[in-house]
Nanobody, 126 residues
Framework: HVQLQASGGGLVQAGESLRLSCAAS????????VAWYRRAPGMDRTFVAG????????YYDDAVKGRFTFSRDNARNTVYLQMNGLTPEDTAVYYC???????????????????WGQGTLVTVSS
């Protein structure tokens, strides 16, 4: 059972940056599909960014493309989400998730991921 710990959230002003981290309890990130999701106030949880375990390509939601960057450090069992140019619309609880058998067409499907971190809150003021 993989345990994930997300951190790095906080309160920032519009235009500023944050880097979120997600640490795993085991070497999950180099063999599992990994994704970041977020849940804005009163909204459903939505896909932000991810990478498939086989193909390695990075995928981003259109709302964050060009501003957010997904990266990983397998030696530290940690993945990151660098968030630049933050806007109030980015305010949300951010979650990391992993899945051992996510097919590519389900990369953006919340139900495909059995393991989730507890979430870290990002608040962007205008």
């Amino acid at each position: 059972h993989v345990q994930l710990q997300a951190s790095g959230g906080g309160l920032v002003q519009a235009g500023e940056s944050l880097r979120l981290s997600c640490a795993a309890s085991e070497r999950a990130f180099n063999s599992y599909t990994v994704a970041w999701y977020r849940r804005a106030p009163g909204m459903d949880r939505t896909f932000v960014a991810g990478t498939h375990r086989t193909y390695g390509r990075l995928y981003y939601d259109d709302a964050v493309k060009g501003r957010f960057t997904f990266s990983r450090d397998n030696a530290r069992n940690t993945v990151y989400l660098q968030m630049n140019g933050l806007t109030p619309e980015d305010t949300a609880v951010y979650y990391c998730a992993v899945g051992p058998s996510v097919i590519l067409s389900n990369l953006r499907s919340e139900s495909a991921y059995p393991y989730w971190g507890q979430g870290t809150l990002v608040t962007v003021s205008s």
